[in-house]
């Protein structure tokens, strides 16, 4: 690994001098065990530790097989799905794995009695097997979490709907909180060069999912002009929707949780801004019992106060429980719910009186296509879209910003140091980061 990270630093190091590189047999990765599943039975979900659940040591490299590669990982990032997996909720992912290794000699790779896990990386190609030929090593990388396998027809319109289809790092092996990891070729996209690797790394899956979500024709296919509503609007999806939003011609009604945040969702254009905390919405009146309406009467008056009288064309669903009633409610009629990820509890309880007598629709969202996934890198490598990193762990301390995400303690997206050796490296267009710089770190410290 030192001779990997030697020529990666180098800045003059050939694909050829990449190609000679010695693998390693083994490699550093932040892992879950199969053994230890219900080591938190009986125990609350807040109250689950993930620095009790996710190891870091070293594990075999696995062997590499067509169409795939091998990708020296400098930095990665923390997504809800490396926080499920290390609590075990609300499934093990060790069912996934061991499905997904029931296809195919390839694929039995994937069921092991450990489960490296990461959704998100920056890095550089080391190897690619065989029938690779868009990629080669020393090429500079980022990827998108979508696997599939294209076997069938259902995915060919939209590769999300692959029956095979699954999220790297979660529903299979060998994910990206790892010196190494190993992807399915079409899974890399350019990296955004005016960015750090840790910045790089960050958008990812969060970026792509609020593609999908808002702008994409399979989501919202928000338009100029629509009011958006995004709850958590300066968080880690929410920070990406309301910069599509601005960056589309639509205007974002930004709910926030304190003033704090309520300053970057400002920072980034926003104007019309509901903080939540401040304002007292209580939805529920205990957790089996919604409020009345009255309360999503009175938010829904809030909204038109700002809008100058006007309804949500669309919602950027992610809270689910304990916001979905709420959103269903101040959608205008013939609108869009879009919904994603449910954080807060995937049991949604809403009125069926508004959604159906107002022709309202509820769509589902996840992640996204490979389309979009390149078309929101290409945002983010154009600087039309920026990473919302706030701060970035080692990798040893993965258990630590895991349970930052847990606990809601942290803001926009936790990066992770893989084998970078420190932030701020993997610049190569300084003249366009320059031009972006207070944007690229909004988040930063906060």
């Known amino acids: 690994m030192h001779n990997i990270l030697e020529a990666i630093q180098s800045g003059n190091a050939t694909s050829e001098d990449f190609a000679s590189l010695e693998l390693p047999e083994s490699y550093r990765a932040a892992f879950v065990k199969k053994d230890e599943v219900d080591m938190f039975e009986g125990v609350a979900s807040r109250d689950k530790d993930p620095r009790k659940s996710l190891h870091v040591d070293e594990v075999p490299l696995p062997e590499l097989g067509p169409g795939e590669a091998f990708v020296a990982v400098m930095a990665s990032a923390i997504n809800y799905n490396t926080v499920w997996t290390s609590i075990f909720e609300p499934v093990s992912t060790f069912g996934f794995l061991e499905r997904y290794g029931r296809n195919s000699e390839l694929t039995k790779r994937h069921d092991l009695p450990y489960h490296v896990v990461g959704s998100d990386l920056s890095g550089v190609v080391l190897k690619v097997g065989a029938g690779v030929t868009k990629w080669k090593p020393g090429d500079r990388v980022v990827a998108h979490c979508l696997s599939v396998e294209l076997e069938g027809p259902d995915g060919h319109d939209d590769t999300m709907l692959d029956t095979e289809q699954r999220i790297w790092g979660f529903e299979t092996n060998f994910g990206g909180l790892a010196d190494v990891a190993m992807v399915k070729a079409n899974q890399l996209m350019p990296k955004p060069e005016h960015l750090t690797w840790e910045e790089a790394a960050s958008p990812g899956l969060v970026n792509c999912t609020a593609y999908r979500q808002l702008v994409s024709k399979n989501g919202g296919d928000m338009k100029q002009g629509d009011n958006v509503l995004i709850w958590g609007a300066s968080g880690g999806l929410g920070g990406f929707a309301t910069q599509y939003a601005l960056n589309g011609g639509a205007t974002p009604v930004c709910v926030v949780s304190n003033e704090e945040k309520a300053a970057i ?49 669309i919602v950027f669903e992610h809270p689910g429980r304990e916001t979905f009633g709420a959103s269903v409610f101040v959608t205008r009629k013939g609108g869009t719910i879009t919904t994603c990820a449910s954080t807060s509890g995937y049991m949604h309880e809403y009125d069926n009186r508004y959604l159906w ?40 301390e993965v258990g630590q910003a895991s349970l930052d995400v847990h606990h809601n303690s942290h803001q926009g997206k936790v990066g992770v140091l893989c084998l970078s050796p420190e932030e701020g490296l993997g610049v190569l267009d300084h003249e366009m980061r320059a031009q972006h710089e207070s944007a690229i770190n909004r988040f930063r410290g906060v």
């Open 265 to 313: 969702a400002r920072s980034m254009g926003a104007e019309l801004i509901i903080n939540r905390s401040e304002e007292g919405y209580k939805f529920w009146n205990d957790e089996n019992t919604q409020q009345d309406p009255k309360e999503w009467k009175r938010f829904g008056a809030r909204i038109r106060e700002l809008t100058g009288g006007e309804d949500i064309d």
């Open 357 to 396: 007598m107002n022709l309202k629709r509820i769509i589902s969202s996840h992640f996204a296509n490979y389309r979009e996934s390149w078309e929101a890198n290409r945002l983010i490598a154009k600087g039309k879209i920026h990473p919302t990193l706030s701060k970035t762990y080692t990798l040893e």
